[in-house]
DNA sequence: CGCTTTTCTGAAAACGGTTACATCCTATCC
DNA sequence: GGATAGGATGTAACCGTTTTCAGAAAAGCG
């Protein structure tokens, strides 16, 4: 306290005036309310001269008490600023309308786009996201899900399949149900909700293909750890080799999720004297970078390079060329992963397998390869 | 509910097969180790033949128990596969060891950047994040911080200090402490740390009146319930003044967060027939839009009209013509954040005020204005 | 070797709710 | 009118930890 008070960095007179001031205050509403709201639900219990039973029936099921009474309670509530302590709650009810996510990384727009639609769902239905990030490392995804199942969370939104197997242990163990998302494993005996990766990329493929393509090169996304890439980069190959298409180990590239990794990687296949017509990106965050270092390098998309994304992210209807690219229903697809928790817990029938419709959009960065191909 | 039964899309016959199994599975575990794994600490301290305080302490205060005793404990831990219940340590500790944030969305590259930083920094000294979303809505971040609070929070990480007056009421009343992210207000009685959006913006419009420039637009984000866009339309707005130079109100306009919004803003101001030559951005976001419309209207950037953003995002950089913008350390502000409340929870001495340096950075989209401007 | 510290450990009372069970009413029905 | 069903409320035992307090053991000391 005191020596806080001592330590504010303070600048300005106006600030070597107010924060004192707001100091003393906060310390004197903190012990004018600390007296009076202590032991919450019995301050409102004596308030309204009831039993804590009543109080809790009110808040938890208000039908199950009668109109005066709650009536009555509701503003002794108010009248005492009564906050419920959620903890306290979990562990006398053991459930806490809780669920737990854990994503790879946060900035990623798809993941962002995700999270935020199953939290805006969540709360519809009165329950509250807990988030935690991994980085792709399993052993961190493990002891993030224990820390969540610590927490008391009720369920658990996991992306992928791709787990520690400890982690599908532990959570067994624990009895907390999860569901992976943004996958579809109708074969794996665990529930899930997403597209199908693989058919959307040999979707993808197939359009290069069917345009006339014969050269057509691989730019993915790091497949360690990743069933959605690798799942992605299965497709593409299978839609390759069904047509008889060869592709020349140097055609398939690797890159991290940045612009400036995807960049790199396109300047080296444009480097290369023999090099592709067209390209297939495992994302639209590489796509983009292809169509910058192409435009960069003096080669015309579409006319001298087809180049064709995937998730379909704002920026790729508004750059120029607009790409070609899969578009994924992401909000829909983390909704609905809330969705079958919620309804799990609630003991109501549930899907296991739930696919996800997704779309070849065509836009200008795909035609027919140009006559002379260098 | 029924029609999302009806809806669901069945594929293949291993999923019309598989889900009993699973769901035979998922309860016969639970209830297994349900019998074992309950009463977690007494399990671990029967198992180690001693009592639940010992157990207790060698969690959370390793040194004050003697090393065998520890051994023996942690071999227990081990054994029952224990995993503390949160809730009930939060419930009988009084403190959660987890902060609570709320953004205005996370479907933003700068708030996704931000609290991603936090988290990463709030796990490397063993807090866990709470996070939530307010859609610049008031009485919905009141909400949410109630909810926060009432899941035991230890500190609360806000944006900006436009806030519900019984935010901060409630917050003192139940003794919460918090800090304003994103702005630097050191006139202001409330902690907050972040770069001085006026200042930064001052700085950005400054740039274009150096170059020359006197007839200049403005394309701000919404001013309604966000402190830092009003700040920066301040910002823009003074130092117009300074350089006496007028701003016709059809020249200041405000968009929504969307590519799709500020193209159109861009739009209307390029049909104007007497149009600024330059014009200076609420955010990054906002400039692409200026950018990409002016590119489709066939007005060259910067030759015919100068563009400058705020935020460098990384499309900034990477985008034809790059962008002039302010650059804001984002990660590094909400690291602060955490730390501020960290140690000011940890009793250390807390700078209150803390200001992060903005810098302006010139690329490709500035120049001096065309000798003859429409 | 007895006495005082100090260190380690255990017993039991919180922490703030929920909920099974008991109790008390008040209609309802024969 | 008395028995009874059923709804509204109260009582008190948990939920799984932490933590205070006190006792036991070990260590230091003259």
Same mark, same amino acid.
Request: hydrophobic fraction near 40%; glycine fraction near 6%; aromatic fraction near 6%.
């Given at each position: 306290?005191?020596?806080?008070?001592?330590?504010?960095?303070?600048?300005?007179?106006?600030?070597? %005036?107010?924060?004192?001031?707001?100091?003393?205050?906060?310390?004197?509403?903190?012990? %004018?309310?600390?007296?009076?709201?202590? /032991?919450?639900?019995?301050?409102?219990?004596?308030?309204?001269?009831?039993?804590?039973?009543?109080?809790? @029936?009110?808040?938890?099921?208000?039908?199950?008490?009668?109109? =005066?009474?709650?009536?009555?309670?509701?503003?002794?509530?108010?009248?005492?600023?009564?906050?419920?302590?959620?903890?306290?709650?979990? &562990? =006398? =009810? $053991?459930?806490?309308?809780? &669920?737990?996510?854990?994503?790879?990384?946060?900035?990623?727009?798809?993941?962002?786009?995700?999270?935020?639609? #199953?939290?805006?769902? &969540?709360?519809?239905?009165?329950?509250?996201?807990?988030?935690?990030?991994?980085?792709?490392? #399993?052993?961190?995804?493990?002891?993030?899900?224990?820390?969540?199942?610590? +927490?008391?969370?009720?369920?658990?939104? #996991?992306?992928?399949?791709?787990?520690?197997?400890?982690? $599908?242990?532990?959570?067994?163990?624990?009895?907390?149900?999860?569901?992976?998302?943004?996958?579809? /494993?109708?074969?794996?005996?665990?529930?899930?909700?997403?597209?199908?990766?693989?058919?959307?990329?040999? +979707?993808?493929?197939?359009?290069?293909?069917?345009?006339?393509?014969?050269?057509?090169?691989?730019?993915?996304?790091? /497949?360690?750890?990743?069933?959605?890439?690798?799942?992605?980069?299965?497709?593409?190959? @299978?839609?390759?080799?069904?047509?008889?298409?060869?592709?020349?180990?140097?055609?398939?590239?690797?890159?991290?999720?940045?612009?400036?990794?995807? $960049?790199?990687?396109?300047?080296? %296949?444009?480097?290369?004297?023999?090099?592709?017509?067209?390209?297939?990106?495992?994302?639209?965050?590489?796509?983009?970078?292809?169509? &910058?270092?192409?435009?960069? !390098?003096?080669?015309?998309?579409?006319?001298?390079?087809?180049?064709?994304?995937?998730?379909?992210?704002?920026?790729?209807?508004?750059?120029?060329?607009?790409?070609?690219?899969?578009?994924?229903?992401?909000?829909?697809?983390?909704?609905?992963?809330?969705?079958?928790?919620?309804?799990?817990?609630?003991?109501?029938?549930?899907?296991?397998?739930?696919?996800?419709?997704? =779309?070849?959009?065509? +836009?200008? !960065?795909?035609?027919?390869?140009?006559?002379?191909?260098?």
């Amino acid at each position: 306290m005191d020596n806080l008070t001592k330590s504010r960095h303070i600048v300005g007179t106006a600030a070597t %005036l107010k924060p004192p001031a707001y100091q003393c205050n906060v310390t004197f509403m903190g012990l %004018l309310t600390a007296r009076s709201a202590k /032991q919450g639900i019995r301050a409102v219990a004596k308030r309204a001269g009831v039993s804590t039973a009543s109080v809790s @029936r009110a808040i938890n099921n208000p039908e199950s008490v009668s109109a =005066s009474l709650r009536a009555r309670i509701a503003q002794a509530i108010e009248a005492v600023g009564y906050i419920p302590h959620a903890p306290a709650r979990i &562990l =006398s =009810s $053991r459930r806490s309308r809780t &669920l737990g996510a854990i994503v790879p990384t946060i900035d990623n727009t798809m993941f962002a786009r995700g999270i935020a639609s #199953l939290q805006k769902y &969540l709360s519809s239905v009165g329950y509250m996201l807990f988030l935690t990030t991994s980085g792709y490392d #399993l052993d961190i995804e493990l002891q993030q899900a224990r820390n969540l199942v610590s +927490r008391g969370v009720d369920g658990l939104v #996991l992306r992928g399949d791709c787990h520690h197997d400890a982690l $599908r242990k532990m959570l067994a163990d624990n009895a907390v149900p999860f569901i992976n998302v943004g996958i579809y /494993q109708p074969d794996r005996p665990y529930p899930c909700v997403g597209t199908d990766n693989e058919a959307a990329a040999h +979707r993808a493929a197939a359009h290069v293909i069917e345009l006339g393509h014969r050269r057509i090169g691989i730019v993915s996304a790091l /497949q360690r750890n990743n069933d959605r890439a690798s799942a992605r980069v299965a497709g593409f190959r @299978r839609a390759l080799a069904e047509a008889d298409i060869e592709l020349p180990s140097k055609w398939h590239v690797e890159v991290p999720y940045t612009l400036d990794d995807a $960049r790199e990687a396109a300047r080296y %296949l444009l480097s290369l004297g023999e090099r592709p017509t067209a390209v297939v990106c495992g994302n639209d965050v590489i796509a983009y970078g292809v169509l &910058l270092e192409a435009e960069r !390098s003096g080669y015309s998309v579409p006319r001298e390079l087809s180049v064709v994304g995937f998730d379909d992210l704002d920026w790729s209807r508004h750059l120029r060329p607009s790409l070609t690219t899969i578009h994924v229903p992401t909000a829909e697809t983390w909704q609905r992963a809330g969705e079958y928790l919620v309804r799990h817990l609630a003991g109501e029938q549930t899907i296991m397998h739930h696919e996800v419709d997704y =779309s070849l959009v065509v +836009r200008e !960065s795909t035609a027919l390869p140009s006559r002379s191909p260098k």
